[in-house]
């Protein structure tokens, strides 16, 4: 086996939990956020082998063994790393082919521009602090935020400069094509680049290892397109990213609990209140990628998506998403008029832990949305909201739960329950095709 490309390991090792990987092997005992076992590789008699589920890696403390889950399965299974990497792929379902010159070249750009990111990253926080970026600072600090959140987020602002971070990245020695790559600058129709984001709050976009991938830019006013946000890159993919899992994804494991919200502010607000088990899809519905990705965490879900029609519908698509995926998923309703961002400055740590607390299970959820939207319910906008209600329920893989929520449906709309069981069966058939 030759090289394999650097997306294909982490692409395995995204779809592997190590806790469940090694418990399939030893018995490992919860112990705070990590596991302990006695060691599979010396005999003692006082468990030192160590499990982190944050940082997917095991540890020995009596005989020093340790690594990700390929180095477990090496010295476990004693394969060579190849053999290894072959088994796990064959676990996970991931295709693996060896790297071609064109994909060893492609490994090379994005170590490059993971360091244009964090410098271009830098260079905007720098600009939030400096005389220029005073109005931004002003504007962050007036709607709540505190300045240790800022520093939290590495939040920065990019000045009303056509060439400002060009400049600074040329100045550090990277080239024209390689800045063009990171979709910083743009290339003007006439020859010549200039900055993407200009007069606007800078939010850097992290993946699960804290790399700089992106960033997401909000204008200081009223003006439309309220954000922009990077292009797809090399290093970059959003439906392969969640906003803020990099800092949250040990509260998550903590808590077994994943609040899941929208946009940047959505979840650096109730973060600031205290509300640290949250992450946001970055504005887009769920992707089956980022659901993957957040299951190494918890399988356990709330969404808080905005209380406007948009953020219902983005609700109910995420629910069909996330029940596809086998998570456990309530949803949480804000009051009319209310996003996460407002909501947690108005009503604080203990308002937001509140509106978690009283979520709805998803079809109570759903079936609510429905009843609103075909109202008055007769008899064909009864068949309508069953219709669609039937659609949830065949996602469960549990028959007893589907036998439950079709007897609550039968309930709550009046129907026969026996005629629904018929109807769910010709719905269940349709996607098993």
Excluded at 29 to 58: M, W
Excluded at 166 to 192: P, T, V, W
Aim: charge should be positive.
């Amino acid at each position: 086996m030759g090289l394999i490309p650097e997306s294909t390991l982490e692409e395995i090792l995204s779809r592997v939990d190590i806790v469940e990987l090694i418990s399939g092997y030893i018995p490992l005992k919860r112990v705070g956020r990590s596991y302990k076992a006695l060691c599979p590789f010396h005999h003692e008699k006082t468990p030192s082998f160590i499990v982190n589920p944050d940082k997917q890696i095991f540890h020995c403390f009596g005989c020093s063994a340790g690594g990700n889950a390929f180095g477990f399965l090496m010295q476990h299974e004693r394969l060579e790393f190849p053999e290894a990497i072959e088994a796990l792929a064959k676990r996970t379902g991931v295709i693996i082919h060896e790297a071609s010159a064109a994909e060893r070249k492609t490994q090379n750009l994005s170590e490059q521009l993971y360091k244009i990111n964090e410098a271009a990253a830098h260079f905007y926080s720098d600009q939030l602090h400096a005389p220029e970026g005073e109005p931004a600072l002003k504007y962050l600090l007036k709607r709540g935020l505190t300045k240790e959140t800022i520093q939290r987020f590495k939040i920065g602002y990019a000045q009303d400069k056509w060439d400002g971070l060009l400049n600074y990245l040329r100045g550090k020695g990277f080239g024209l094509g390689l800045i063009e790559k990171s979709g910083l600058i743009i290339a003007k129709d006439n020859g010549g680049y200039y900055d993407r984001f200009r007069k606007r709050i800078l939010i850097p976009i992290h993946d699960t290892k804290g790399r700089t991938v992106a960033f997401g830019a909000r204008v200081l006013d009223n003006s439309l397109p309220k954000y922009i946000n990077s292009p797809e890159t090399p290093v970059y993919s959003k439906s392969k990213v969640l906003f803020g899992l990099d800092l949250n994804n040990e509260e998550i494991r903590l808590k077994d609990l994943a609040v899941i919200v929208e946009g940047y502010f959505d979840l650096i607000f109730p973060y600031q209140a205290g509300v640290k088990n949250i992450t946001a899809s970055c504005g887009t519905a769920l992707t089956q990628e980022q659901i993957r990705l957040l299951k190494r965490y918890s399988r356990n879900v709330v969404l808080v998506y905005d209380s406007d029609n948009a953020g219902q519908m983005a609700t109910l698509r995420s629910i069909d998403t996330l029940i596809e995926e086998g998570l456990n998923v309530m949803a949480a309703r804000l009051p009319e008029g209310y996003d996460p961002d407002s909501f947690a400055r108005r009503f604080g740590p203990e308002g937001f832990q509140k509106l978690i607390t009283e979520a709805k299970d998803i079809f109570d959820y759903k079936l609510e949305f429905l009843k609103s939207k075909y109202a008055p319910l007769t008899i064909p906008n009864k068949s309508r909201a069953a219709s669609e209600m039937l659609s949830l329920i065949s996602k469960f893989n549990n028959t007893v739960a589907k036998s439950a929520y079709i007897k609550k449906l039968a309930e709550e709309l009046s129907l026969d329950e026996n005629s629904l069981l018929l109807e769910l069966k010709k719905t269940d058939n349709q996607n098993n095709r």
